[in-house]
């Protein structure tokens, strides 16, 4: 049976036939979508008329007219001459095995060594993507090696900055009863920070093998968890005053993340999961990173890493003691 696509009354309109799901010689079903084509940029699906054998005949980013014949589904199978070499591309398969997907979703699972079969087994009726791989990966699975994704991997790499010698200093900020009323932390230490930066320039700004880079203006990284992910969203420019911090984390909240930009200071906030103190990691080429922990009774427990290569001890205790001096100017809630 001829698999043709009929996608307009003139027959000289053509289209593309951008990829195949399934190789000549695979045993197809019929209702089965077993290839895409494009047509001034719509995507139209192609689907097996009946159960049998493929044979192609357009193959992958051949144009076609309308009406004209892509395919041939048999009762044995008959693989063409450059169905071989595409057959070589994607690997052989037994029919019964083989798992229908984009050409970009094989070389994502063939990179990573992923068994697309039983991926397909843990989302029967879902048509498998780059996104699904991605999640199949972050399942735990017993007695299994879990391969670093593409977002993992680059998140280690920005981490492991061999050339970085990090240190972390603890220590309790004040925090005055005149801000319990807040009940909002981080908008206080961000508005507390962005103060103190501007006496202690030497944590502001951008760190490499040759030396180090002052930023001209606040660009306030915030880590934040989405999907498993972490994120560094920035502010930037940073806000004035203390309910402008206030607005602006909001935003955080609703989703809204700026990646573009690059931090020159970075806050990573533990303290809603009751952590009180913790060693934040630097990420190149970050300078420094001050990790906030759960308010306490006695005052507010923070961490701050920096390089050492360019801060040294005393730089890193007098710029927390300024900002908690600067806590202590922040206007109590009216």
């Known amino acids: 049976m001829d698999i043709t696509i ?35 940029k719509v995507s139209l699906e192609v689907v097996a008329p009946s159960d049998g054998y493929l044979s192609i005949i357009v193959t992958d980013d051949q144009a076609f007219h309308s009406g004209d014949t892509v395919a041939v589904i048999g009762d044995q199978p008959q693989p063409s001459p450059t169905s071989m070499e595409q057959s070589a591309d994607l ?19 063939k990179d990573r060594n992923i068994d697309l079969s039983a991926v397909q087994s843990a989302y029967p009726n879902q048509k498998l993507s780059i996104r699904l791989l991605e999640e199949w990966i972050q399942k735990p699975s017993s007695g299994s090696k879990i391969p670093w994704d593409t977002f993992r991997r680059t998140l280690i790499d920005n981490l492991r900055n061999p050339g970085a010698i990090p240190f972390t200093v603890h220590r309790k900020l004040v925090w005055p009863h005149s801000l319990e009323e807040h009940g909002l932390v981080l908008p206080v230490v961000c508005h507390a920070v962005q103060k103190s930066l501007g006496t202690h320039p030497r944590l502001h700004g951008w760190i490499d093998d040759e030396g180090f880079v002052q930023a001209p203006e606040l660009a306030m990284g915030i880590a934040v968890s989405r999907e498993q992910k972490l994120f560094v969203h920035t502010i930037s420019p940073a806000p004035e005053s203390f309910s402008a911090w206030q607005t602006a984390l909001a935003q955080i909240k609703k989703g809204n993340l ?59 205790a007098q710029f927390l003691m300024e900002v908690s001096s600067q806590i202590m100017t922040i206007p109590a809630k009216k």
């Open 6 to 40: 009929t996608f307009s009354d003139d027959a000289t309109t053509e289209a593309v036939l951008t990829h195949w799901l399934f190789n000549s010689g695979s045993f197809v079903r019929s209702g089965q979508v077993i290839a895409e084509a494009m047509l001034d």
């Open 91 to 109: 690997g052989a398969h037994d029919p019964k095995e083989f798992v229908p997907v984009t050409p970009a979703v094989r070389r994502f699972a």
């Open 258 to 316: 700026n990646l573009t930009h690059r931090p020159s200071f970075t806050v990573s906030n533990l303290g809603p999961w009751g952590i009180e103190y913790f060693t934040p990691v630097l990420s190149a080429p970050g300078v420094a990173i001050l990790g906030v922990g759960a308010l306490q009774a006695d005052g507010l427990p923070v961490s701050l890493t920096v390089d050492h290569r360019w801060v040294d001890g005393v730089d890193a």
